[in-house]
């Protein structure tokens, strides 16, 4: 039985990735904050199942805490470990973003470093994204694409990025990055925009809300399905060599088109609840993130299975039965 190791474990993507592994007959080891029961709690509400967690071994050990983690791996064997922890939110400022930082850079390192020192032969998943091409010079990306991070979230993503490219190069360590566009489902939290729209459709349909403040609608993004993006994880470190990859639809759609795609699931008119609220507006990209996933796609068996209005529409009709 292969043991696998995820950070950030009850995030959407730690969660849908422990059902998969789990399904796949691994042994699913998780890292979590202190806090972590309450965590716990939050993701359930959110969708993953009740006894998810259950089925798993959790650590509360968290990834600035450099000798909890050190003891982890120096008791534990793993075959795999998937480092999805981070802080995530692309709307902070740089002004605010030291903690963001400092977790996304130091806590890739201290798992790295741990990881080197006593199970070099583990294979390592690092959750790269799209935010590190930040404002492109090019669309769609690939993996050679230059970087232009544009938020303290991309510059610590990138940063992390390299010290894994590093790890794997000077150290001859198993390391993958995966260069993740946007994906949802319907354990998102509400604070990104799909699922603010799918919840917020759902509240209003069921006279719990009338209006839904956005910010740009015609902000652009290459939006996928959560629960194929952590296959495409799994793929990456089941391949024969350690590599860098892309992982997208290579579709573009609008803020906007979610609005009409949601709502009219919901049975309601978006125009006459959606207003801008120039709060929610932030610098658009004059070109646009869109990710092509030619080499995941040639190197391995992975594809995209879920299409977007099936993605928002399975997130509306889970938060309307929610609600
Ligand atoms: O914004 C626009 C906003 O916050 C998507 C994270 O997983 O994907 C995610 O980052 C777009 C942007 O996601 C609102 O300006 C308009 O153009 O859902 P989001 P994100 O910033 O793209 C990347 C790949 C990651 O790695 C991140 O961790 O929607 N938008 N109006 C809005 N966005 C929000 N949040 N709220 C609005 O009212």
Request: hydrophobic share 35%; glycine share 8%; aromatic share 10%.
């Amino acid at each position: 039985m292969k043991r696998a190791l995820i950070t950030g474990i009850t995030g959407q993507d730690g969660s849908y990735l422990t059902e998969y592994l789990l399904g796949l007959g691994y042994e699913v080891h998780g890292l979590m904050r202190q806090t972590g029961l309450e965590q716990i709690k939050g993701s359930t509400q959110f969708g993953a199942p009740e006894d998810l967690y259950e089925r798993c071994v959790l650590h509360p050990i968290s990834l600035d805490n450099f000798p909890g983690l050190y003891r982890l791996v120096s008791r534990w064997q793993f075959d795999e470990c998937y480092h999805l922890a981070a802080a995530s939110f692309v709307g902070e400022t740089l002004a605010d973003g030291y903690q963001t930082i400092q977790t996304n850079i130091a806590g890739t390192h201290y798992l790295l470093a741990a990881l080197c020192e006593f199970q070099k032969s583990c294979r390592f998943y690092f959750a790269g994204t799209s935010e590190m091409f930040g404002r492109p010079r090019a669309a769609p990306q690939r993996e050679d694409t230059p970087f232009m991070p544009r938020s303290a979230y991309g510059i610590s993503k990138l940063a992390a990025f390299h010290l894994v490219r590093n790890y794997r190069e000077s150290q001859g360590m198993f390391c993958c990055s995966g260069i993740l566009y946007n994906h949802e489902s319907p354990r998102r939290r509400p604070e990104f925009v799909t699922r603010k729209i799918t919840l917020a459709a759902a509240r209003i349909a069921r006279g719990r809300q009338d209006k839904l403040e956005l910010g740009n609608l015609d902000a652009r993004r290459d939006w996928g399905w959560a629960p194929d993006y952590v296959e495409a994880m799994h793929a990456m470190l089941n391949h024969t060599s350690p590599d860098d990859y892309v992982v997208a639809t290579g579709e573009l759609h609008s803020v906007r088109e979610i609005c009409e795609i949601a709502f009219a699931r919901a049975g309601l008119d978006w125009s006459k609840h959606v207003v801008v609220n120039p709060m929610f507006h932030r610098a658009e990209e004059p070109i646009p993130l869109q990710g092509d996933s030619t080499k995941i796609h040639r190197v391995t068996s992975w594809r995209q299975k879920t299409r977007f209005n099936e993605m928002i529409t399975t997130m509306v009709d889970a938060d309307l039965s929610r609600i």
